[in-house]
């Protein structure tokens, strides 16, 4: 760890008191040494990671990091403070602090010496020596591992036994009286530091439990697969995670345990506790974007997992981050019609012209900013589609081939072409070995740079005017749909926003419904009223059905069904999802006939909706309001009628008592 830290970044008397201010005191020195161009920019980028989650830990650390385009080279400086400096610990203040820098493509190598440093923070003979220390240059030569560490008892298993941190197969099956087996995956927004100290503290609790444990970190330099055969022996799963898991069908079936990073480094045990319980009690998970189970064999990995589910896990981390720019931009759309008409979208730019008391001109205001949130949403789209799968480096191209579908009108057909694209580039350029010294700028430099002329030239030379076309054609076809084409449209998209209330047809639905609204047109429109009056359905039955027949519900259900009269009039499918979980065979199908009356009324009715999310809250937007709230109720009512109807089938089979059994009285005195 010679190019990470001197004795010049190591203050053994931080004077600091804030976190703040002991981010600025050691930033100044990598100033110092050259090691950071751009005091405040980076400062911000070390605010900006902080915001995210506290970087303090318990044991009396923080570990304020982040990577950062004003970092020239990979860089560690080390303080320590004699009062203590708050970083949001849960056990309080920190005493030793490391401050982290990377450079926005930092090389595997440097990231994989700063991710061991990571792990050697867990170990309390180092923190203790780090404690002790007198002098800058030892504290230095320590942290880089230059000096010997006193050695603590030795653990109650060694790693062949017990865990490994690093995603390497353990001997499956190797003991005879077959040790419970885990299988993790830890990560964290930046992938620096919190997602190998997780790794390493699971591993030393899985150690001392006796547990197998298998960890793949998922961090800044990628990540090494667990090894599917590993996933398959594991009896339970663990996510540690801030960020989103990568490939999660691979644990399909599994016992899991899904919670933060930061759990994963201050109370490993508890989580191998509860892996332990939920595998006893045979808790299993559907993953969304998962594969289901047959015949109990084990679920398909991931990476080898048929294409068809791969495309959609893909579209789904595009759609994922695609919501909050349609739900922001389309809400403030609608709003802007509420106050100023539909005209007000061809108002004048207010930065040329705006009056504070004029109605109009906020109207204008919120509109355009809406419009301009909804300008990102076909790049987004394609950029995280091609994130999904390549990561990083297929951002650029991504968004690049997502800006030319709009240039070009392609639209949404456009935007997933493009972010297809653009990481099947990726993926394909990544493929090629170069040299160890190109290594550090293929992600920020090379791999962006022509994979984005690639995708470019795909989009306006070859592929772009057939999807154009198919577009065009597609949006044609919308504004024709009257009468039965119109509502098997509406039976389709209820049933499939009903049948997994928020997962993969849920979102599939929804995601066509609002690609319409980035050019809306009459067809559009009511798609996206059927798609939403179809959505609120299940929660909304739900809520109802245990008002009415509260005895056919336990306890935990009647009090949820209270909550999802909320969920459902705010378009939050999820509302039903415990329901579901508890009695599928029943709820599901009531709640895909309510949403399938529903969708077909909406589209019947021809009601129209320009907002993209609000539920009830944007009534006053829709038009034909009262036949929409109709369709609503009589989806509802279906559906609550099925699930009672259902359920009290159930009731009526179940066994009676012995008819001679007295029943038993209890009087009060």
Aim: hydrophobic residues 50%; aromatic residues 6%.
């Amino acid at each position: 760890m010679s190019e990470l830290i001197t004795a010049e970044l190591v203050d053994l008397d931080l004077s600091a008191e804030t976190k703040y201010d002991a981010a600025r005191s050691l930033a100044e020195r990598m100033v110092t040494g050259g090691r950071v161009t751009d005091l405040d920019g980076f400062l911000a980028d070390v605010a900006a990671r902080e915001a995210q989650m506290p970087t303090g830990l318990d044991g009396g650390i923080g570990i304020p990091h982040c990577r950062s385009e004003h970092v020239t080279a990979p860089t560690l400086a080390f303080g320590r403070s004699e009062g203590g400096i708050d970083f949001g610990a849960a056990d309080g203040p920190a005493d030793l602090i490391f401050l982290i820098a990377a450079p926005a493509g930092a090389d595997d190598d440097h990231l994989t010496i700063l991710s061991a440093l990571a792990r050697r923070l867990m170990d309390p003979d180092f923190t203790g020596a780090l404690r002790a220390e007198r002098d800058p240059d030892a504290a230095a030569a320590l942290i880089r591992g230059e000096e010997a560490v006193p050695a603590g008892p030795a653990p109650d298993a060694s790693p062949a036994d017990g865990a490994t941190a690093d995603g390497t197969a353990s001997d499956i099956g190797a003991t005879a009286d077959e040790p419970f087996r885990i299988v993790a995956v830890t990560s964290c927004p930046t992938g620096i530091a919190h997602t190998y100290m997780a790794a390493e503290s699971l591993a030393a609790a899985a150690r001392a439990e006796g547990v197998v444990l298998d960890v793949e970190t998922q961090g800044s330099a990628g990540f090494e697969r667990l090894d599917p055969a590993l996933i398959a022996a594991a009896d339970a799963v663990i996510w540690a995670h801030d960020v989103e898991v990568r490939e999660k069908a691979r644990f399909d079936g599994k016992a899991i345990v899904d919670t933060g990073v930061k759990a994963g480094i201050n109370r490993p045990a508890a989580l191998i506790a509860e892996a332990r319980r939920k595998a006893e009690h045979g808790e299993t998970s559907t993953v969304a974007g998962g594969v289901a189970q047959q015949d109990g064999g084990a679920a398909v990995d991931g990476n080898h997992a048929h294409f068809g589910i791969r495309l959609r896990t893909y579209l789904m981390s595009g759609v994922s981050y695609m919501v909050p720019f349609v739900a922001a931009g389309g809400l403030l759309i609608a709003l802007s019609f509420a106050i100023g008409g539909y005209e007000i979208a061809s108002a004048k730019s207010v930065a040329d012209h705006f009056v504070w008391g004029e109605a109009d001109s906020w109207a204008a205001l919120l509109n355009q900013i809406g419009t301009a949130a909804f300008a990102f949403l076909v790049p987004v789209l394609a950029g995280y589609i091609a994130y999904g799968m390549a990561d990083r480096p297929a951002l650029v191209p991504g968004f690049v081939g997502g800006a030319i579908a709009l240039t070009i009108n392609a639209g949404f057909l456009g935007g997933l072409a493009a972010g297809l694209l653009a990481g099947g580039v990726v993926m394909a350029i990544q493929r090629v070995k170069v040299p160890p010294t190109l290594r550090g700028i293929m992600p920020v430099l090379v791999i962006p740079l022509l994979a984005s002329v690639v995708v470019g030239f795909l989009m306006f030379i070859v592929v772009g005017k057939p999807i154009a076309s198919l577009q065009r054609a597609l949006t044609d076809g919308l504004n024709g749909l009257s009468g039965s084409n119109a509502i098997i449209l509406g039976i389709v998209l209820g049933l499939m926003m009903c049948f997994d209330m928020g997962g993969p047809l849920n979102k599939v639905a929804y995601a066509f419904a609002v690609g319409g609204l980035a050019d809306p047109t009459p067809g559009s429109l009511k798609v996206m009223a059927a798609v939403m009056a179809a959505g609120m359905v299940p929660p909304l039955a739900m809520a109802l059905a245990t008002t009415v027949r509260g005895r056919l519900f336990s306890k935990t259900e009647r009090e949820n069904g209270r909550a999802a009269w909320v969920l459902g009039a705010s378009f939050i499918s999820e509302g039903a999802i415990p329901f579901a979980a508890a009695d599928p065979l029943r709820v599901i199908p009531s709640v895909m006939a309510g949403g399938a009356v529903t969708g077909a009324l909406s589209m019947a009715f021809g009601c129209t909706l320009r907002a993209p999310h609000g539920g009830i809250f944007v009534v006053p937007l829709i038009g034909e309001p009262l036949l929409y709230l109709l369709a609503i109720a009589a989806g509802t009512a279906v559906a609550t009628a099925l699930v009672v109807l259902l359920k009290g089938m159930r009731r009526a089979t179940e066994a009676p008592a012995p008819a001679t059994e007295e029943p038993k009285i209890s009087v009060a005195a």
